[in-house]
């Protein structure tokens, strides 16, 4: 039977090659304690070069799957990555065969992203008249909250640009990606004021001050942006003093809870970092971290739904919308973000909750707050040094604390180097008072104890070896 050119030549072959590529899915998912990063072969632009020809299912075996970038194994906690779950390989198949647009229509991705939305909105406190969307991550969540913000500030910003005098406020430290948000948005990053921080928590009577400062000379608060869980050293904000001030002043408030909004889920005392966070109008947060859920996916959830149409809906002739059919259908997610055309990111939020239900993620994050705590104790007990309390989930440390600055800052990142070439072991580094540390954020359901126990043992021996070279 002679075939279109883009159909397979055979879906016998092709099932039958598929059942082989699920077999060594699984093992490399069950077994990802063997599977660590490697460093990508050298030749592998060449290979990957297109036109290369040969059985595709075959190469992705051998050629693909090994080189990816460590976030599944047990012992990986640099910067903050997930770490998938086996929920993925259900939805990442069933979404292959739907190729679903979830922009709009009826169909049933707007039911099961309203259900993961549903869920997320009661776990964060909102009540039933918020909303969201489903986006690659925090960064784009954080587009949108604070076009949302913008909108509701300057009702014409859609019409004519608005208002150039908007000001942001977030403490320093605050993710890159807020200071993106700004640009992106044309208010220009000089307007993101960044106030100080005691203890990794905003200062309040600087942000008041920075606020009444910015008014006298004529400019407008649009935003404050809290963090729940900073990148660094994962501080959180005191989110109900920032929900007074917000109220008092009339500003926008919005936090950054990219993984830390996940310490809701938690037991005490972590729960209560975001106490505060149900008084926020919006929050952008991700499933790909501390949910654990494939990349990529992130919500921006906003209080009021109205306020966050008033956004972005646009319905041109092209996209309008009818009784019944196709066209039918609400909400249409592509009024409540920039995206029209869209994947299918709801059906593995929603196979991950209904697979292992959500239990489980609170167990697994209270876990990884355990874990971080118990590396602090191992960090202290093996004689090195924090760089800064254990809040929740991340750890920052140094390995050498009686080592001058410098010195200490070589020997951290050369350590967090080679473990990653031969201990499976992944940290990042970050620089803390002028020292770079080795820093572990773990969101990461398959981390047990005794892989933090390893990766400490192999710091103290890469320690002691390396000091001789530095030293
Ligand atoms: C990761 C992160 C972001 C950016 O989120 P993406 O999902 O990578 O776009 C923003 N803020 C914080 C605190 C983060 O940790």
């Not at 304690?33 to 632009?45: F, G, I, K, S, V």
């Amino acid at each position: 039977m002679a075939t279109q050119p883009l159909e397979p030549k055979d879906w016998e072959d092709l099932r039958r090659d598929l059942h082989g590529l699920l077999d060594r899915c699984v093992d490399q998912m069950r077994d990802a304690e063997d599977h660590p990063w490697q460093t990508p072969p050298p030749d592998l632009a060449d290979r990957y070069a297109i036109g290369s020809g040969g059985d595709v299912v075959a190469r992705v075996m051998d050629q693909v799957l090994p080189y990816h970038g460590g976030n599944t194994h047990p012992k990986f906690w640099g910067w903050v990555q997930g770490s998938g779950l086996a929920s993925d390989l259900v939805a990442g198949i069933a979404a292959a065969v739907m190729n679903t647009n979830g922009g709009g229509r009826h169909h049933g991705i707007n039911e099961m992203e309203r259900a993961v939305i549903d869920w997320t909105r009661r776990k964060m406190g909102f009540d039933d008249g918020a909303s969201g969307v489903l986006v690659a991550g925090t960064s784009q969540a954080t587009v949108i909250a604070l076009q949302t913000a913008r909108v509701r500030c300057c009702p014409d910003a859609r019409t004519d640009g608005g208002n150039t005098g908007l000001t942001v406020y977030a403490a320093e430290g605050v993710h890159n990606a807020t200071r993106k948000a700004v640009e992106l948005l044309g208010l220009g990053h000089e307007q993101l004021r960044l106030v100080r921080a005691k203890n990794g928590t905003i200062d309040l009577h600087a942000l008041q001050q920075a606020i009444v400062a910015d008014r006298a000379s004529g400019l407008t608060p649009m935003a404050i942006v809290g963090t729940a869980g900073s990148v660094d050293l994962g501080g959180y904000d005191d989110l109900n003093g920032l929900a007074d001030l917000t109220a008092a002043e009339g500003i926008w408030l919005h936090v950054d809870g990219a993984f830390g909004a996940w310490t809701r889920l938690a037991d005490s005392p972590w729960r209560g970092l975001t106490d505060g966070i149900e008084r926020a109008d919006s929050i952008a947060l991700d499933f790909h971290k501390w949910m654990y859920v494939g990349y990529d996916c992130g919500l921006a959830l906003i209080a009021d739904q109205a306020a966050h149409r008033a956004a972005f809906a646009a319905r041109p002739s092209y996209l309008k919308g009818a009784a019944e059919g196709l066209a039918g259908g609400e909400p249409w997610f592509c009024d409540y973000g920039i995206d029209l055309s869209r994947g299918n990111r709801a059906l593995k939020v929603w196979c991950a909750l209904e697979m292992f239900g959500e239990e489980a993620f609170a167990a697994a994050i209270t876990l990884n707050c355990k874990q971080a705590a118990f590396m602090a104790d191992q960090v202290q007990a093996r004689g090195m040094a924090l760089a800064a309390p254990v809040v929740s989930n991340i750890c920052v440390f140094t390995a050498a604390p009686d080592l001058p600055a410098d010195q200490q800052s070589a020997l951290n990142a050369q350590i967090a180097t080679h473990l990653q070439l031969h201990h499976a072991t992944v940290f990042s580094t970050t620089d803390v008072n002028g020292i770079t540390c080795l820093r572990a954020a773990i969101t990461n359901h398959r981390t047990r104890d005794h892989h933090v126990e390893q990766a400490m043992q192999a710091v103290v021996d890469t320690a002691g070896m390396l000091r001789g070279v530095i030293g």
